[in-house]
């Protein structure tokens, strides 16, 4: 029998190489170098099997769009797995494909 416990898939690659390119790069200080990202901003929560709350989170876009993570689906294998998708302000949606999402199990 497996451990049970939430999983997290995340963003999709295609999601994640978006904000790569296309969210708002980080600011260097001018004392230290170092980058300094803004804080996110919580837009939702959603539960895992424990009830633990997870955040959702809003980017914001070197254009001035947002891009706004959801739940695109959670199932299960010896406990959720969440697999998050992104939807830019302008309707554009990365989600998961079936086979990328079958490449967890």
């Not at 999983?7 to 999709?12: D, E, I, K, R």
């Not at 302000?89 to 079936?98: A, C, I, K, P, R």
């Amino acid at each position: 029998m497996g451990i049970r416990m939430d999983q997290f898939a995340g963003l999709s690659q295609s999601a994640k190489q978006f904000l790569a390119e296309c969210e708002v790069k980080p600011h260097i200080c001018e004392t230290c170098k170092q980058p300094i990202h803004e804080p996110l901003k919580q837009i939702g929560k959603y539960k895992g099997m424990y009830m633990n709350e997870y955040f959702l989170y809003q980017h914001i876009l070197e254009n001035g769009q947002t891009a706004d993570e959801f739940v695109q689906c959670a199932p299960w294998s010896s406990g959720p797995i969440f697999f998050l998708g992104l939807r830019v302000s302008d309707g554009t949606e990365f989600v998961w494909s079936v086979d990328e999402m079958e490449s967890w199990f």
